[in-house]
């Protein structure tokens, strides 16, 4: 069976078990978790979720209206559109929730690329961990709180952390023209206070 491609959503292929890069953004780009608390929930049910479905994540950035992952699957593995719903319509439910709105569009869609190079890998990983900076958020990526880049530079060894740091990702092919906020004005003030931005 073939998959058709719909001009206004990118087309998700039959899954396989194997290692994705993933991203998804918010409806219209609005920034629905732009606070300290709603980064750490949606970072938090990301992590759960994936763990769940039998999902390894070596990557991710959560921001205020998108974010980004690299993780590895197995045949045993859920497929990735099917947990990726549950998170999008909890994640969806908790922030109409909060923000007093019932049933507000909150995700738009998500882009799926089954990494099968090595390099495309190593080069995702690292744009993923960098991608706090990339997006002028703060100076080092273990300094944003949302990212996996503090917990692989103190898991990894020196030589993996400037392995993965050491690939180009000024040319990846990325969709990602996101514009991002702070966590919260305290967290943009303490960032420029600290020098971080």
């Known amino acids: 069976m073939s998959t058709i491609c719909w001009p206004h959503a990118p087309p998700h292929w039959k899954w396989r078990a194997g290692t994705y890069f993933v991203t998804a ?31 390894h994540l ?41 923000d007093g709105m019932r049933g507000c569009k909150v995700w738009h869609n998500f882009r799926d690329t089954l990494l099968t190079i090595p390099t495309s890998y190593l080069a995702r990983l690292s744009y993923v961990h960098r991608n706090p900076v990339r997006h002028g958020l703060v100076a080092r990526p273990d300094l944003y709180p949302w990212c996996s880049a503090g917990w692989f530079e103190r898991n990894a060894s020196r030589s993996q952390v400037a392995t993965i740091y050491g690939f180009k990702i000024d040319r990846l092919n990325v969709d990602d023209d996101f514009e991002v906020l702070g966590a919260d004005a305290k967290l943009s003030e303490e960032c420029r206070r600290r020098g971080l931005v």
């Open 25 to 55: 953004g918010t409806y219209l780009r609005k920034h629905r978790f732009g606070s300290r608390p709603r980064l750490a929930y949606l970072t938090r049910e990301l992590l759960a979720l994936a763990d769940d479905a039998g999902w």
């Open 58 to 98: 070596e990557a991710w950035a959560v921001f205020s209206n998108h974010y980004h992952f690299v993780a590895k699957s197995d045949d045993d593995s859920k497929p990735l559109g099917s947990w990726l719903r549950v998170l999008h319509g909890r994640s969806a439910c908790w922030v109409n929730r909060r």
